[in-house]
């Protein structure tokens, strides 16, 4: 038998899977859960390992079920939501379907479909178990003290069928909305757009999203970067569009950074990740010094430094292809127009 501590109640033990300082979800879960399956179980797994290896297989199905149905809760709140992107705007009493919101209900009834398909799955293993813990008969359990996961059992299965009836239901309803819109709209392609060029805007359209993205995360890995190597450093982004990586702009409010500015400690904890943000920092931004350049690239780590110029070497090859590309398109065009002046 285990000794209770002064002050402590009987189950609030590490050897029987008590955390004493629980800080995250898990620990927090199971410590709920320990109380109600002491007083259950230990009477009969007195055996301090033997416990908390049952009690640990429990808690984790508990935990795991209990976060995936928290997870689909979830996802169902924010389909049904008031996000632009979401169906809420599309339960009000009286809808106007525009062209283009066809793309949100498919994507969302999409969303729906794996909602339904998880909340089988969880179901499935929920009444697997719940059939396991019985005999044969169905109505006794095959240990009494098994009526905890049983009651979990029960409850979780009606939180799964309160949620299947929501989700049914809203799918049903953008279902019906799909098939009001394909009737008001047969055929949504623009006058004078065929569909290959409906299709070659949509690529254009996702690019340009794509692109905007990869700017703003490289301003965010700037921004990170500046403030760990010069935390004294005001960087003011002055960039009027966001189209590309070289349309970020940005100036401080002083002439450049010095040697004495930049923390030689944080240029050693650059990894090889922020390559690209320092390369931006260094030759495109133009806000260290010379000096504090060469102090940089001399302290890098070697890894580090080698994808530095191997990037330094790939971007200004990039910009030479491209701008002999130009030229030479010049050059054809010039040619052809040359052409024709001769033939006329």
Same mark, same amino acid.
């Given at each position: 038998?285990?000794?209770?501590?002064?002050?402590?109640k009987?189950?609030?033990?590490?050897?029987?899977g008590?955390f004493?300082?629980?800080?995250?979800?898990?620990?927090?879960?199971?410590?709920?859960?320990l109380?109600?399956?002491y007083?259950?179980?230990?009477?009969? *797994?007195?055996?301090a390992? &033997?416990?908390?290896?049952?009690f640990?297989?429990?808690?984790?199905?508990?935990w795991? #079920?209990?976060?995936?149905?928290?997870?689909?809760?979830?996802?169902?709140?924010f /389909?049904?939501? &008031?996000?632009?992107?979401?169906?809420?705007?599309?339960?009000?009493t009286?809808?106007?379907?525009? /062209?283009?919101?066809?793309? #949100?209900?498919?994507?969302? $009834?999409?969303?729906?479909? *794996? @909602?339904l398909?998880?909340?089988?799955? /969880?179901?499935?293993?929920? $009444?697997? !178990?719940q &059939?396991?813990l019985?005999?044969?008969?169905?109505?006794?359990? *095959?240990?009494?003290?098994?009526?905890?996961?049983?009651?979990?059992?029960?409850?979780?299965?009606?939180? @799964?069928?309160?949620?299947?009836? !929501?989700?049914?239901?809203?799918?049903e309803?953008?279902e019906?909305?799909? #098939?009001?819109?394909?009737?008001?709209?047969?055929?949504?392609?623009? =006058?004078?757009?065929?569909?290959?060029?409906?299709?070659?805007?949509?690529?254009?359209?996702?690019k340009?999203k794509a692109?905007?993205r990869?700017t703003?995360?490289y301003?965010?890995?700037?921004?990170?970067?500046?403030?760990?190597?010069v935390?004294?450093? $005001?960087?003011?982004f002055?960039?009027e569009?966001?189209?590309h990586?070289?349309? =970020?702009?940005?100036k401080i409010?002083?002439?450049?950074?010095?040697?004495?500015?930049?923390?030689?400690d944080?240029?050693?904890?650059?990894q090889?990740?922020?390559?690209p943000?320092?390369?931006?920092l260094?030759?495109?931004?133009?806000v260290?010094?010379?000096?504090?350049?060469?102090?940089?690239?001399?302290?890098?780590? !070697?890894?580090?430094?080698n994808?530095?110029w191997?990037?330094?070497?790939e971007?200004?090859k990039?910009?030479?292809?491209?701008?002999?590309?130009n030229?030479?398109?010049n050059?054809?065009?010039s040619?052809?127009?040359?052409?024709?002046?001769?033939?006329?």
């Amino acid at each position: 038998m285990l000794s209770e501590e002064e002050g402590r109640k009987p189950y609030e033990q590490i050897p029987l899977g008590w955390f004493p300082h629980p800080k995250s979800g898990r620990p927090l879960f199971y410590n709920e859960l320990l109380p109600s399956y002491y007083e259950a179980v230990y009477k009969f *797994k007195s055996n301090a390992s &033997t416990f908390k290896k049952s009690f640990y297989k429990e808690a984790e199905r508990q935990w795991n #079920i209990t976060s995936k149905v928290k997870e689909l809760e979830k996802a169902f709140s924010f /389909i049904s939501g &008031t996000n632009p992107a979401s169906l809420g705007h599309f339960q009000e009493t009286e809808v106007k379907l525009k /062209i283009g919101d066809d793309n #949100i209900l498919q994507m969302n $009834n999409v969303k729906l479909e *794996k @909602c339904l398909e998880k909340l089988d799955e /969880i179901k499935k293993d929920v $009444n697997m !178990n719940q &059939t396991d813990l019985h005999d044969e008969s169905g109505r006794t359990l *095959k240990r009494g003290y098994k009526h905890l996961n049983r009651d979990f059992n029960k409850a979780i299965l009606s939180k @799964c069928d309160t949620l299947l009836a !929501n989700v049914t239901k809203l799918k049903e309803k953008t279902e019906n909305m799909l #098939i009001t819109y394909n009737k008001m709209f047969p055929n949504k392609i623009k =006058i004078g757009r065929s569909e290959e060029g409906a299709v070659r805007k949509k690529k254009s359209r996702n690019k340009r999203k794509a692109q905007k993205r990869k700017t703003h995360r490289y301003k965010n890995k700037i921004r990170a970067l500046m403030s760990s190597l010069v935390p004294e450093g $005001n960087l003011i982004f002055t960039s009027e569009r966001e189209d590309h990586i070289s349309d =970020i702009k940005a100036k401080i409010n002083f002439g450049v950074f010095e040697v004495s500015d930049v923390r030689l400690d944080a240029i050693m904890k650059i990894q090889c990740y922020d390559v690209p943000a320092l390369f931006l920092l260094m030759e495109t931004l133009h806000v260290f010094s010379h000096q504090a350049k060469v102090l940089i690239l001399e302290n890098l780590q !070697n890894r580090v430094e080698n994808d530095y110029w191997k990037y330094f070497d790939e971007f200004y090859k990039s910009s030479s292809d491209s701008q002999s590309d130009n030229q030479s398109d010049n050059q054809e065009g010039s040619s052809s127009f040359s052409q024709e002046e001769s033939d006329f």
